[in-house]
């Protein structure tokens, strides 16, 4: 066998390969019917591919191994065909907790007029009172804005929240969540396959925060962000068109290129130039140090003690029972730079 010959059946092998690596996971999570079908034709799809690397090297398939190959070109494109098929949509049959997202309105005085504000009682995960509530913000009262990181997977991992602060105490956060429907479980991997629709939701801190931090017992982080006032209004504002944009075009959900993290990115990149790709981007447990690197974070203490200090589930759990305004002012006390306004 000679070199070019060896060279072209790796690369086709490995392609081979790699395509079954993505069409395996797209039949088994997109495919319409019981899970033993999906389970099965994505079986049989792996094992297609597996049989034309196999007729590649085996001579006894020498004369069939462009006939496998042509069934299994097939087969790849139609299903690209078919998952090209697949849109999002907005009128699916959500859970409460993502059933809307925030509308939001600006009038001629500058007050934020917005509906469907989640301010959801919880008690156990699968036990709230939900709530959504219309609720109106002054701009000009923008004293503050605060990233937050809920580790949900190990250091690494976390869910990225954004809360705004305003000069009476109130706090309105903002999560860039998965739009699950409605007994359906998150999955990292399902997640790179179509499997959600995106979701940004508008909520009160105790709701958003609390039941990440008391009701699921998620470790979770608060950083004050240094920023200025116009750069906090024109963020927030980014929010709340990208809701909107959401309800009329919706969108997947991607693990990696299109969540949490990476959406808030896109949003600052169209606000402010310089920020660069990194690592931790993806690696969104890490984002606060990201976030320093780039003179963001609050300047009344070094990283290292923002990170030590940062942790608020202590005192999330000990205002447990206390109302929304109470509740946002006593899990800041103790982090560094969150008495002083942002900018």
């Known amino acids: 066998m000679s070199l070019t010959s060896i060279v072209l059946r790796s690369v086709t092998s490995l392609a081979l390969l790699g395509a ?25 799809a792996g094992a297609l591919s597996l049989i ?24 790849l494109v139609a299903s690209l065909g078919w998952w090209n098929s697949i849109t999002p949509r907005a009128d699916r049959d959500w859970a409460p907790e ?7 309105s600006l009038s001629q005085d500058d007050i934020l007029h917005l509906e469907q504000v989640r301010n959801f009682e919880w008690r156990t995960p699968e036990d709230y009172t939900p709530r959504w509530e219309r609720r109106d913000y002054p701009l000009d009262q923008l004293t503050s804005v605060d990233l937050l ?12 929240l954004v809360s705004f602060g305003f000069a009476d105490g109130r706090h309105l956060a903002f999560s860039v969540e998965i739009r699950k429907e409605r007994d359906e479980a998150f999955s990292t991997l399902g ?8 979701a940004v939701i508008a909520a009160d801190e105790r709701d958003i925060i609390r039941v990440r931090s008391n009701v699921r017992g998620e470790q979770v982080h608060l950083y004050r962000v240094q920023m200025p006032r116009e750069l906090i209004r024109e963020l927030l504002l980014a929010y709340v068109d990208e809701a909107e944009t959401l309800r009329t075009q919706p969108r997947f959900y991607n693990t990696a290129t299109s969540n949490c993290t990476t959406l808030v990115y896109a949003m600052m990149t169209r606000l402010t130039d310089g920020l660069p790709l990194d690592y931790r981007l993806l690696l969104s447990g890490y984002l606060p140090e990201y976030v320093a690197d780039q003179d963001a974070l609050s300047d009344a203490a070094p990283f290292a ?6 942790l608020i589930n202590p005192a999330a759990i000990a205002a447990d029972e206390h109302p929304d305004g109470d509740f946002s002012r006593l899990i800041r006390e103790g982090i560094p730079g969150a008495d002083s306004p942002s900018f």
């Open 20 to 44: 079954s690596l993505w069409l395996m996971p797209a039949l088994w999570f997109r495919l319409p019917g019981p899970e033993g079908l999906r389970t099965t034709l994505a079986a049989l």
């Open 52 to 75: 034309c690397v196999i007729a590649l090297w085996w001579p006894q398939l020498h004369a069939i191994r462009w006939r496998l190959a042509g069934i299994y070109l097939m087969l």
């Open 98 to 104: 993502v059933e809307h997202l925030v509308e939001g």
């Open 149 to 160: 990181t809920s580790h949900w997977m190990g250091p690494q991992i976390a869910h990225t």
């Open 191 to 198: 997640g790179m396959f179509k499997e959600y629709e995106l």
């Open 305 to 310: 003690e923002l990170k030590a200090r940062s």
